[in-house]
């Protein structure tokens, strides 16, 4: 009851529609209780008593209402429609707007499959109930009702009587719901990690060629796809005992009438009028308690469905932007982390070991500073804690004194250019791909961000330049050519601190120098930060500091750090004799 109560907040704004449905649905009820009456008086006073008037008459009234609900069926549909569109609508608004505001830590465990399966076919259940299902329902339940007291007005006696099957309807009823609502939650979740298998096998399809396991993926996927048809045929079993034994009982219903009808003509307590109006509504008793099981069917599905999206919804947003943020226009890139302690959302503080142990160092601005580690040892996540991606769990981190969370979140990110290590290009032109954070921009800025990031010879060279598209993630273009792109996306934002993480990875040697030598102009007078794992990479660092499980153990110049024997120093020695090789 509280999600159906909660869908109907999603449903007041389309009020005036509502009331036009409903409205002309009473209306619709009304007739069709009118019209078996109507009829009944064709045979009585029209038939019976040879008056063609009173049958032409009311003929022409029968089909004057007919038509009035055909025409008010329309606006009733269109209204339904409308509503339920509406619902779908501001859910989706919603729920995507939510999904943008939830921090790293949500899809580090989000699979996006099931994202994906919450976002189309979860809201388009909500929809069918909303829009149709709920009307329908309330429209029966009307008709059911008011069809019984017309009967009973009229004869009483056969409507007792041709209502004795209604308890087995009803009993069949109970039972189905009773177990099609955990058919249906099934159903929604088999769906869910069908979609997340079937995501993840597109998105990895080149791995999976790579190690040519299309055979193991099209195991997995049949293996879902079989949990999906196995739980869809329980569902359908149980709507193929229920509505047989409904519709039994609904003939039963029936062929009780006529029976019981003719009876009391015979025995003149019953006119023949009233005998073919009652044929009528029967129909009236058993259409609604036959379609009950279907509407019964569609609002389990959106009760099972709704949940998965509010989960969403209520989830917690934990990295939030402050009511009053301070500015960052005049950040000019002076960073300290002051005992710096980081644990992941899902990890015990007491008992877990941290991600970052007591990180403390300070950078001036416009300082280069390299981070070295072994992989895990906390390089990535120190950069995440910068542009607010992830909060500290201990410690503060500060840019010009101010604590980061201070800071008007779009602000301090748009503060921070970030060349990731997986770098994710959108399905556009490369113009678009490099000024995605500065849509402004113009040709000559984003060719200017190209050259610095030696990738404007390549894109002049493609057959429509700039404006060429490139494919999903980025395909079409090399690892090599994607970093640079990327590369130039951050340099063209002009941002105070720059993030390198392994941005020159995919790049040949004579590449990664080229791009260094640019970016020597592009790093004066802003805080850069670059991440490798390759030596050169940080070779006009100002400052090297080196991450161990966690825990700074050294930093100092390239100069200073190669007199120690501690990381640096053996990796320096490993690859210099990897270079002589």
Known sequence: MRTLLRLMIYVRPSAKWVFTAVTIMLLATIFDLVAPWILGQIFDEGIGKRDMSVVLGLTLTLVGIQALKSAGMFVQGYSQELVGQNVVFKLRKELYEHLQRLSFSYYDRAQTGQLMSRMTGDIEAVKNFVGFGAMNLIAGMLTFLGTTIFMMMMQWKVTVICLITIPFILFVLFRFNHKVGPAWSNIREQMGRLTTTLQENISGIRVVKSFATETVEQRKFAERNEQNFETNMERAKLEAKAFPLMGFYGGLTFVMMIWIGAVFVVRGDMSIGTFMAFQWYTWGIIWPLNMLGWQINILQQAIKAAPRVFEVLDTPIDIENPVQGIGTANISGNVVFDRVTFHFADQDAAKDKPILDGVSFQVKQGEVIGVLGATGSGKSSLIGLLSRFYDVSGGRLLIDGVDVRDYDLDGLRRSIGIVPQETFLFSASIRDNIAYGHPDAT??????????????????????????????????????????????????????????????????????????????????????????????????????????????????????????????????DRQKQIAHQ
């Open 443 to 572: 040709q000559e800025q984003i060719e200017n961000a190209a050259r610095k990031s030696q990738i404007h010879s390549f894109i002049e060279s493609m057959p429509s330049g700039y404006d060429t598209r490139i494919g999903e993630r980025g395909v079409g273009l090399s690892g090599g050519q994607r970093q640079r792109v990327a590369l130039a996306r951050a340099i063209l934002m002009d941002p105070p601190i720059l993030v390198l993480d392994e941005a020159t990875a995919s790049v040949d040697t004579a590449t990664e120098s080229a791009i260094h030598e640019a970016l020597l102009e592009v790093m004066k007078g802003r805080t850069t930060f670059i991440i490798a794992q390759r030596l050169s990479s940080i070779q006009h660092a100002d400052r090297i500091i080196v991450l161990e499980n966690g825990r700074l153990t050294e930093q100092g110049t390239h100069k200073e750090l190669n007199e120690s024997n501690g990381f640096f120093r053996q990796l320096f």
